[in-house]
């Protein structure tokens, strides 16, 4: 399994970015991609995640209503777009994989259910 988070930069406070994160090396459908962040000094957390069984979402509260995450099944990516970003949404962000995720079964939001995960992506955020 490989996971290839793109998309980061730096960004004025306001501005949208939007991540990318192709997955491969795997053949199940019934799979949920997440994605993390982690800022200096702060412990990895949660923004959201998609189940591939059944399109079903999850995102964090605070980034509900700013950030959308959506996927292509024919490309086997995973996006998340980030508009009227913040100075805190500075972070490293990761994209994870896990698998055993069946229709009706929400993502996981928790770091610790994934088992794949991807190099990460520096998204800068300035005040």
């Known amino acids: 399994v490989q996971l290839q988070a793109s998309g980061g930069g730096l960004v004025q406070a306001g501005g949208s970015l939007r991540l990318s994160c192709a997955a491969s090396g795997f053949t199940f459908d019934d799979y949920a991609i997440g994605w993390f962040r982690q800022a200096p000094g702060k412990e990895r957390e949660g923004v959201s995640c998609i189940s591939n069984s059944d399109g079903s979402t999850y995102s964090a509260d605070s980034v509900k209503g700013r950030f959308t995450i959506s996927s292509d099944s024919a490309k086997n990516t995973v996006y998340l777009q980030m508009n009227s970003l913040k100075p805190e949404d500075t972070a490293v962000y990761y994209c994870?994989?896990?698998?055993?995720?069946?229709?009706?079964?929400?993502?996981?939001?928790?770091?610790?259910?994934?088992?794949?995960w991807g190099q990460g992506t520096l998204v800068t955020v300035s005040s």
């Open positions: 994870a994989a896990t698998f055993g995720i069946r229709v009706g079964v929400p993502c996981p939001v928790h770091r610790f259910d994934y088992d794949y």
